[in-house]
């Protein structure tokens, strides 16, 4: 074993893989997508199902995916493969791979609007713009061609460059230093929030829930969050964890990261709701909500310039910690699989991230009359992976977990340092062999019908 940890690169100190984990899950997903989709389904009652669906389902398939990773020492695909050889289970790394190429499509997308807004930042270009301007410079801007493309290479190429040097120390030592500054940030644009006048109707939209708003489409759209947010559901987690050490806490660190990613959704819900409603913008905006809300908080804000520097530029490197994720599970695959050297895997496959990125960003610009089930490239993508594919590939995991791998095999890698407490492997059993199915079950159908 010790030799083949030496060739998969894996994490230096204890928690180096718990801050790469915790890069992954926060990102984007949680500034940006988290108040968009509240904010397209009703606010507080989303709210409501999204958290339960992170304590009943999304620690349980995170725990999951760890477990196999660490018990096989292998990436998603090659991870089935060695548990149940001949069968049809690795397939479900096949679908992780899939899901890898259209979330980092329109993920690259949007994290390279991001880098432009840290350019607007630098160059002062938000002050004085009312919501009005904001909002058209933002369409104009998304839909001008050029520059996203750019923008979006750059940050993919950004993200192989991560990959190619080797996870362990890019990613843990500044994890751990740049998570927290983002926290601390995000404090201080709820602080200026809240306190906006007419701020109370946005903390009434989040937290005051109305139940006449529960539609399964709203749980479903809230099931597929959890799923984005937390990174699970297509393997990422699995190649993580094949890099996991024996002697880290598998329990801990799922419930850890899991805490402070939906600490930081919630928190940018706080910061992005009072100021929807103290700028009159409409909460469901769709996906350029943040764009638009942002640079007005900031505008009203002592230091605002420099906080907005701040801001962007450590959502960009959430958005790489997580990107570097998206690509992991792809290179770890090709390099396991096929032999192929780390470095030509990963620049090869940043070639194929930059064209199917394209689909993503000219549905924007040029294509924007280009629809599949009436949806653009990126609706389409951002929508299908994260409520389809993501809840689909965690429904085949939890099944294979409670199902078809040993009890006792999975209880003594999830219970590993954590013996004495029988009770979470009950709990985490429970919802993996019977919760989580179902309701993952009952999901996708209803996703499924959707389409039709
Ligand atoms: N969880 C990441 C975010 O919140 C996105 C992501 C999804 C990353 C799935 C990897 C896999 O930004």
Request: glycine fraction near 8%; charge should be positive; proline fraction near 6%.
């Given at each position: 074993m010790g030799n083949n940890q030496k060739k998969r690169?894996?994490?230096?100190?204890?928690?180096g893989v718990i801050a790469a984990a915790a890069g992954s899950a926060i990102g984007l997903g949680n500034i940006w997508r988290f108040p968009y989709v509240l904010g397209n389904n009703g606010g507080a009652a989303f709210l409501i199902v999204y958290l339960i669906a992170i304590l009943l389902i999304g620690i349980p398939v995170m725990l999951s995916e760890f477990s196999i990773g660490r018990m096989t020492r292998s990436n998603a695909f090659g991870a089935f493969k060695k548990l149940k050889p001949k069968s049809g289970w690795p397939f479900i790394g096949v679908m992780g791979i899939l899901a890898a190429f259209l979330i980092m499509s329109f993920y690259s997308t949007v994290a390279g609007w991001t880098m432009e807004y840290l350019y607007q930042a630098i160059f002062n270009k938000f002050q004085g713009q009312d919501t009005a301007s904001l909002n058209a410079n933002f369409d104009a801007f998304i839909a001008s061609g050029t520059m996203p493309v750019v923008w979006q290479m750059i940050f993919i190429l950004l993200t192989a460059s991560i990959v190619v040097m080797g996870i362990k120390n890019g990613i843990e030592k500044s994890t751990k230093i740049l998570m927290p500054m983002l926290f601390v940030i995000i404090i201080v644009l709820v602080v200026r929030s809240i306190t906006l006048p007419g701020a109370s109707k946005g903390l009434k939209f989040l937290f005051t829930p109305d139940f006449s708003k529960l539609t399964p489409i709203v749980i479903l759209e809230a099931i597929g969050q959890a799923f984005f947010s937390l990174s699970i559901g297509m393997g990422v987690l699995i190649t993580y964890g094949s890099y996991?050490?024996?002697?880290?806490n598998l329990v801990k660190s799922a419930v850890l990261i899991s805490f402070s990613d939906t600490l930081i959704a919630i928190l940018s819900g706080v910061a992005i709701f009072p100021a929807v409603f103290a700028f009159g913008i409409?909460?469901?905006?769709?996906?350029g909500l943040v764009f638009i809300t942002l640079p007005n908080i900031f505008n009203q804000m002592p230091a605002g310039y420099i906080f907005s520097i701040f801001f962007f530029l450590l959502l960009i490197i959430a958005a790489l910690t997580s990107s570097i994720s998206l690509l992991e599970v792809v290179v770890a695959f090709v390099t396991e699989q096929?032999?192929?050297?780390r470095k030509p895997t990963a620049f090869f496959l940043s070639a194929i991230f930059i064209i199917s990125g394209l689909l993503s960003t000219l549905s924007f610009g040029?294509?924007?009359?280009?629809?599949l089930f009436n949806l653009s490239f990126f609706d389409l993508f951002d929508w299908t992976s994260a409520n389809l594919l993501l809840p689909l590939g965690g429904l085949f995991i939890v099944i294979f977990a409670g199902w078809v791998l040993d009890v006792k095999v999975l209880k003594r890698e999830v219970l590993?340092?954590?013996?004495?407490?029988?009770w979470i492997f009950k709990a985490f059993i429970f919802s993996v062999k019977y919760i989580s199915p179902i309701v993952l079950f009952i999901i996708f159908l209803f996703g499924l019908g959707l389409f039709s």
């Open positions: 690169d894996g994490f230096s100190s204890k928690f996991i050490r024996k002697k880290n409409e909460p469901n905006s769709g996906p096929f032999k192929w050297k040029t294509w924007k009359h280009v629809k590993h340092g954590n013996e004495k407490q029988q």
